[in-house]
Structures are given as C-alpha cells and as structure tokens.
C-alpha cells in the first residue's frame, strides 16, 4: 500500500511572513525620515581624520566598486546604532590609530633657555634626556666641548628621535656663528656655521651737549667706533679739554649685516669733526701695498709723529708749569709735564713709535715708562699701575700701543698719570708743542685716492642736509 508523503507544513505562516514585510517597510521608511544622528557624526569624524580629500573620495569609491563586484548589499546601518558603547571606543581607536602613528615618526623638538646657575647636565634633564649621557656626547667630538661653554639667556635647541634619544643638539652663539651635533651610526658629528654678512656703509651726525662718549651714543654711534674716531682725530683735537658744547661730527662707517639685521661694524671710512669752529676731515685709504691710513680730505696724514693724548676721554689734573705747589711736598716745584686723572686701570697709550729706555720704577715716579722717539723726543709715562704685557726696558714700541694702566704709585694723591714730552732733552708742554708731521699721500696715488676722498665728502654733504632738512618738518 502506497502512502503518499504528506507536504511539510510552512516554517511560518503566510500571515506571519506578511506581516514581517509590512514592518521591515515602515523601518526602512522611518531611516529615510528619521536618519540616526549618531551615523551622521561618525561620518564627520571619519572624515576629519582622512588627511588628502582626493583619497577619501578614492576610498569611497573602491568601496562602491567592491559592493558591487560582490553583489553583497552595504552594511545596515542598525550594524552602527546596535554597536555597544565598548565597540564604538575600539572602532575610534582603530580608526585614530594610524594618525597617532603618522606623529611618532617625526623628530619632537624642544628649545630651552640658559638660567642662572644651568649646566649642559641640568639643560639635558629639562627635556627629558639622562644627565649621564652628556660624557658621551662631549666625548664624541673635541669641538663638542663648546656647547658646555654657556650664556644666560641663551638657546639650545634639542631634537629626540620617538624613542627620546637625542639626535640633534643646535645653538647661536652670536649672530653670525652656530654649532651643532647631529648623531648618526658612529656617534656625533660637530659642525660648525659661520654666516657671510653683508658689509654696506652707514652715516650718522651728531652735536655734542654734554660729553661726547654720551652725544655718540645718542646719535647711534658705538662705543668702539667713538673710540676709532677720537683715535683718527687725536693728533690734532685733544678730546681730554679741547670738546666744546656745539661742537659736531659726521661719520660714514662699515655695517656688517645679516638678514636685515646689523651684526657688527667694520673701519670707519671718512669723518668730519668740527671742533671750536674749525672743521677736521679724514678718509681712510688703503695703498696698493695693502696698507690702510687715515689722509685728510686734500691728501694730507693724520697720522702725526704723535699722539696728542696718551689717555683716551682722561681729565687733566694739572698741566704744564714752572711754579706748582707740590701736593705731597708742599713746596713749589716746577711741574714739567701734564696729569691726567682717570679711573685706576684705565690704558696708557704710547705718543709715539720708539725704543724703551725704562720700564719700572723711579723714585717718586713710582712705576714709569720712558720712551726715546728718534734722536730728538723723548717722552715720560710715571704713576702706573702696572706694565703692559711685552712692554719692557730695551724693547720697541708702536704709536698707540698700550703700555701701561693708570695708578697712583710713587708720590701720587690718586690714580692719574704724569706724562712729560721732551724735545733735544728740554721739557716742553706737550699741549703746546707743535707735533710733526708724516708723509702725504704718494704722488703716484693721488688720483686714486681723490677718486674715493671726493664721493665720500659729498656724501657726508648730502646726507647731512636731507638729515636737516627732514628734522625741520
């Protein structure tokens, strides 16, 4: 007897099934009405993390392309909103997980600034680096040494690989010099850059008020080229007692810059000062032997056999006479030189080029220099403090050169220097004496020279009056 096989009845039933369409339908209806915000906001932060646009759009549509290709249907977004908080923190980590990567490979840079009281061992320490590992970067390199040789307030600038170890070290130390260490697979390297200024001429006026280191100053000349200019000038101005109040100058001089930014100066190259209504010129001018002097204007030296004053800005104390009342002795006695009261220390200049007949002490000179200029000057520095470096009795020296500093040796009421000039072995006044002069320029360079005196001057002109003219407005 054959029995049919009966038919399995339905997994579910027609109205079950029907009524499962009916809802998946609303669902899908509400998503187009209703979109989650929380799918919107993840889009934004994917988005934001994504650095190129052009590989996000790439990424958008490889994705589109695969779906495709798979017949596979895109996610549901219920996948998103039905993810537990815990997911959605791992899928954000993930997702962060490559940036935070991308910013470990690069160097981490760090600066710091030399305090009081800092070692290179203390500035290691500040950016997170083992006080221990500064004796192996000094011992890589003689020159390392220099970055121990530190300056309040001055920078260093650190690199550290991501594994913090120390992979570039830099520092200024001026504005024209740096150094640096740079590691690579055999230790440290030490370089060393020096920057190439540009060197442009500069011009400044100026008219004495008070004191003329103080007049300069305010007219923006430096300490150093005030020094330079009372040193061109000084064979015919005494700047101890001659500076008056009105009394001007203009100066054209070196710059050194780099970036825009002055750096240093270089010689003076033409100066004018006009002293009790007369007016001085200097040029300086270097010969085709590579010898650089000062001429006036026409030609003429600067450079005298002398210096007229062997002590720069110094007060005089006393000057020349026949019948001074002697402060110690208390007794007239004929004073036969000049005093020059200065701070004690302060340089004692020789007058002239000559050969030394003394270096040490004399009596109530106390400390004394005698020089011995040619067969017919002689010159007395007495009341030192001490004695030049290289400056002893037999040797030569040069005009100008320092050949002792101010004291108050021997019979002296304070620091000051005495200074007498002899002409033929007689006493003369050294601020009286009428000073010798040098050689001109040669007459084979005179057109040479009057080729960069003559543009100079009339710059000074110029520049001088379009000054005037522009404080007038």
Not at 160 to 188: A, C, F, R, V
């Amino acid at each position: 007897m054959t029995t049919e096989p009966s038919k399995a009845p339905p997994l579910y039933p027609k109205t079950h099934l029907l009524a499962a369409s009916g809802i998946a339908a609303l669902l899908s209806l509400a998503l187009l009405v209703f979109p989650s915000s929380d799918v919107e906001a993840k889009k934004t932060t994917l988005s934001l993390e994504l650095e190129n646009p052009a590989e996000q759009l790439t990424q958008e549509q490889d994705a589109a392309e695969a779906v495709q290709a798979t017949n596979e249907p895109a996610a549901s977004p219920f996948a998103q909103i039905e993810n537990s908080p815990e997911d959605a923190a791992t899928a954000a980590a993930q997702a962060e997980a490559p940036a935070a990567a991308e910013e470990k490979k690069g160097p981490d840079h760090r600066e710091v600034i030399v305090a009081k009281g800092d070692t290179l061992s203390t500035l290691f320490e500040k950016v997170g680096l083992p006080s221990t590992s500064v004796h192996e970067i000094l011992a890589s390199d003689k020159q390392a040494k220099q970055f121990t040789q530190l300056q309040r307030g001055q920078k260093l600038e650190f690199e550290l690989n991501p594994e913090g170890q120390l992979t570039n070290l830099h520092t200024k130390l001026s504005d024209l010099e740096s150094i640096t260490l740079t590691k690579n697979d055999k230790g440290y390297v030490f370089n060393r850059v020096t920057a190439k200024p540009t060197v442009r001429s500069a011009y400044v006026h100026g008219v004495i008020n008070s004191s003329l280191s103080q007049s300069a100053a305010r007219a923006g000349l430096s300490h150093s080229l005030t020094m330079d200019m009372a040193s061109v000038f000084g064979y015919d101005i005494d700047f101890a007692q001659d500076i008056r109040q009105g009394d001007e100058f203009d100066v054209i001089y070196e710059q050194k810059v780099v970036n825009g930014k002055s750096v240093g100066n270089g010689p003076i190259l033409s100066a004018r000062f006009t002293n009790r209504g007369k007016t001085y010129t200097a040029v300086r001018y270097t010969n085709k032997q590579g010898n650089s002097s000062y001429y006036t204007a026409d030609g003429n030296s600067m450079r005298k056999a002398f210096i007229r004053t062997p002590v720069d800005f110094a007060r005089i104390s006393s000057k020349f006479s026949a019948g001074r009342k002697h402060p110690i002795l208390n007794k007239i006695r004929a004073h036969k030189g000049v005093d020059y009261a200065a701070p004690r220390g302060t340089p004692i200049k020789a007058a002239g080029d000559g050969k030394v007949l003394l270096a040490g002490r004399r009596g109530g000179y106390g400390n004394t220099v005698i020089i011995q200029h040619g067969n017919t000057y002689r010159t007395l520095y007495g009341h030192m403090q001490g004695f030049a470096k290289g400056v002893k009795t037999g040797g030569t020296v040069k005009q100008g050169q320092v050949i002792g500093y101010i004291g108050t040796t021997g019979l002296s009421t304070g620091p000051h220097l005495h200074y007498e000039f002899q002409v033929n072995g007689v006493h003369v006044d050294p601020l009286g004496q009428k000073l010798p002069m040098a050689d001109p320029i040669a007459k084979a360079e005179r057109a040479r020279f009057l080729a960069q005196s003559q543009p100079l001057m009339a710059r000074m002109d110029q520049e001088k009056a379009t000054m005037l003219a522009s404080s007038k407005r």
